[in-house]
């Protein structure tokens, strides 16, 4: 079965400091996995996906992740945050043909 | 280029009434999801088509019917309102073929919906 699990509700950080937003996954093969972001009364937009190339993946806004196998794991990080980055994000596993969405992180930067 | 466009924004209903919900996309992709966000569960898939023609149950289908009217469209009905169903519904568009999520999915701005 897949899933995931987004390991904090809620991250605050400052602004110009680095992000990290925690994602643990669980699939039964080789899973393609997703980032995707949502901004306050508006639907989601993808940040980054990984479908078994390059484990360090680079997505828009200066954000990345990196897949670990050995650690089921797939962080979001990003080494300068900005007010903009202020929403909530979504780690996503895809399996059975769907998708399975976790249950969310929101990003407070504080100014 | 609007993408995926749904209306209403906002609706309030009595339990027991019944109510459309409407989503449009002008990008040509194959593929159409209803999905609604409750608080602290992420996004659950109600309905899919994957193309023109066809429509299948996701995770949560109790409740709720869909219609994918032509390649543009893909509506979402409740048809006798529950308190329960009081959420934030997003319709989502991609590409996919083949059963791969390799493409992104696009999604509409959200209808929030209370049930009283």
């Known amino acids: 079965a897949q899933s995931v699990t987004q390991l904090d509700s809620h991250v605050s950080v400052s602004e110009g400091t680095p992000v990290l937003l925690r994602c643990n996954y669980s699939?039964?093969?080789?899973?393609?996995l997703f980032w995707y972001v949502q901004h306050p009364n508006k639907g989601l937009q993808l940040l980054l996906k990984?479908?078994?190339?390059?484990?360090l993946v680079k997505g828009i806004n200066g954000f990345e992740a990196e897949f670990k196998k050995s650690e089921t794991s797939f962080h979001l990080t990003k080494p300068s945050a900005h007010m903009s980055d202020a929403a909530e994000y979504f780690c996503v596993v895809y399996g059975a043909n769907n998708l399975f969405f976790g249950t969310g992180t929101r990003l407070t930067v504080i100014p | 280029n609007a993408g995926v466009t749904q209306t209403p924004k906002f609706q309030v209903l009595k339990t027991g009434q019944s109510m459309t919900l409407q989503c449009a996309q002008d990008?040509?992709?194959?593929?159409m999801y209803w999905y609604r966000q409750d608080p602290g569960m992420g996004l659950r898939l109600i309905y899919y088509s994957a193309s023109e023609g066809t429509t299948d149950k996701g995770e949560v289908p109790n409740g709720y019917n869909v219609s994918r009217l032509n390649k543009r469209e893909f509506s979402l009905r409740l048809e006798s309102a529950a308190p329960s169903q009081t959420s934030v519904y997003f319709c989502a568009s991609s590409e996919r073929t083949g059963g791969t999520y390799n493409s992104p999915l696009h999604f509409g701005n959200g209808t929030r919906l209370t049930v009283t």
């Open positions: 990984y479908t078994s190339a390059a484990t």
């Open positions: 699939s039964s093969y080789s899973p393609s």
């Open positions: 990008m040509n992709h194959n593929s």
